[in-house]
């Protein structure tokens, strides 16, 4: 963007003239849930519904969000005042909750007037921005543009009747004809309007119907009354209208949300095996020629980098794998806060677990049953099998064996343990923090090292071996 745009509040909107409010309906219960949990907080991809829908405000560039909330009001603004980023994020409470257009009724001193207005519900998680841009297109700050979908099933849903080809109204389920309910274009609970419009509609809604509500869907009615074009933008896409209403739609959903990312990462090269056993909650990064075995989990930020390999069954959470490393089946990464790194051309697991600060620098192997926590690994450093290595300091090539730990805790405090480069620790050695062991020594199997060693010394600290030569066993008594 240039340094030298002129100050003009209309230039500098991404929408002209007509800024963009989004009001996304949060209030309903959510019945068949059958949860504790208000609906719009049931999680997609780990992420709430309704985070999903303010994300793609966000996207829009949305000058605000207004989010009607009811059933569960608190827990739903706690969950989302962190999230408001660049929007203005308000919320109305809406109680009792007497329908969609007393929704949005309550929504109207938070509106200017100025604006358009783009309906939503919380519970409609994966609209994308780009539909709704062309949605807002449509509306051109004077009509009413509504999205609509053909469904093979549309019974429950608002229909869309026709005069001709243009919108005359929409007609709840309930409400409907025979002949209205034989319609198969329905109304997928998003529109574009005009903040004034919208404002003179709402103060028009009664709740005459079959369900005692204030239905939104009445001002479509008042529209053609007021000579104002209603425009319906029909998609064809029923994963960006699709609404939850049960687990066996958020299941449904969480299914072709993963079959659109793993679609995605296919189309960017990426080999999976299997592109219905793949899960990304949060954001995977590939570089090329990257192979994925199945059921991976990925979470929070991961990135590969090129030629890495994940084999079957591993968890990958907040963590960085560089070019060419191998993680073998059953590996559990978690880089929580500090993250994890995993240098290149290392090997990982089978059935290794990093956890928060492990840096594991190029050629590390990590073997099976294998912890690491908060330490560094230099180049070519080893642990192959049975070992935890924790707030540790490990040099180049050190080979860490067996059954071997790092005792970090001592019940009150954590403290390192350093190990220079080129150390080897034999078998099941237990290293009593803080200790240091100096580059090239050698520690014997079995011991309990408590003192620091010297570069090139070997540490033994064990009971000596004693023989006793001829030794009877003990036998049997006989009966
Ligand atoms: C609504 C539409 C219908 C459309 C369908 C698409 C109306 C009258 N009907 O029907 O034409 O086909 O969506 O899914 O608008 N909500 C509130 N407060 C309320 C009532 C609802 O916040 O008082 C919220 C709900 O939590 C939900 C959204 O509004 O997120 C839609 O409400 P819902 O009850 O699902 O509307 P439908 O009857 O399905
Ligand atoms: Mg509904």
């Not at 999903?52 to 009607?68: D, G, K, Y």
Request: charged share 15%.
């Amino acid at each position: 963007m240039s340094l030298f745009q002129p100050a003009d509040p209309i230039t500098h909107s991404p929408h002209g003239e007509h800024p963009v409010d989004v009001v996304i309906m949060a209030a309903g219960k959510g019945t068949r849930m059958k949860s504790r949990l208000p609906k719009v907080l049931q999680r997609l991809a780990h992420v709430p519904l309704v985070q999903h829908v303010l994300a793609t405000a966000q996207q829009l560039q949305a000058r605000s969000a207004v989010v009607i909330t009811g059933h569960g009001a608190g827990q739903v603004e706690a969950a989302l005042s962190p999230l408001a980023g660049t929007l203005a994020l308000k919320f109305v409470r809406q109680e009792p909750q007497l329908g969609t257009g007393h929704a949005v009724q309550q929504a109207v001193p938070a509106l200017g007037d100025d604006g358009v207005v783009v309906v939503l519900s919380g519970d409609v998680p994966l609209t994308q921005a780009d539909t709704l841009q062309a949605l807002i297109a449509l509306c051109a700050g004077q009509h009413l543009a509504l999205l609509t979908i053909d469904l093979p099933d549309p019974s429950g849903y608002g229909r869309v009747v026709r005069a001709g080809n243009a919108v005359s109204a929409i007609v709840e389920h309930k409400d409907a004809s025979a002949q209205q309910r034989a319609i198969t274009e329905i109304y997928s609970g998003i529109m574009a309007v005009p903040a004034a419009l919208l404002k003179v509609w709402l103060a028009r809604l009664d709740n005459r119907n079959a369900q005692g509500e204030y239905y939104l869907t009445d001002i479509v009615k008042f529209a053609v009354q007021d000579g104002v074009r209603v425009l319906a933008q029909k998609t064809t896409d029923a994963v960006q209208v699709a609404g939850i209403n049960s687990p066996v739609q958020l299941a449904e959903l969480e299914r072709a949300y993963q079959r659109r990312q793993a679609l995605a990462l296919m189309e960017a090269g990426v080999r999976l095996a299997d592109p219905a056993r793949l899960d990304i909650r949060g954001r995977l990064t590939c570089g090329t020629d990257v192979e994925i075995d199945v059921n991976c989990i990925f979470e929070g930020a991961v990135s590969l980098g090129d030629g890495v390999t994940i084999g079957a069954h591993c968890v990958l959470a907040n963590c960085t794998i560089e070019a060419g490393a191998v993680i073998h089946p059953f590996t559990h990464i978690d880089g929580g806060a500090l993250g994890v790194q995993v240098g290149e051309g290392a090997l990982v697991g089978p059935f290794a677990r990093l956890r928060p600060g492990a840096q594991l620098g190029a050629q590390v192997h990590i073997g099976n049953f294998v912890e690491v926590k908060n330490s560094t690994l230099a180049a070519g450093a080893k642990a192959n099998h049975l070992a935890y290595l924790g707030d540790a300091t490990v040099g180049e090539r050190v080979n860490f064996g067996a059954g071997s730990i790092t005792a970090n805790y001592d019940g009150a405090n954590k403290h390192r343990t350093t190990i220079g480069a080129d150390v080897h620790v034999g078998s099941n050695c237990v290293l009593v923090a803080p200790v240091t062991l100096g580059a090239g020594a050698t520690v014997g199997g079995g011991s309990t090292i408590t003192k620091d060693l010297p570069a090139g010394a070997l540490g033994v600290a064990r009971g000596k071996q004693v023989n006793l030569a001829n030794w009877a066993r003990p036998a049997k008594k006989p009966k």
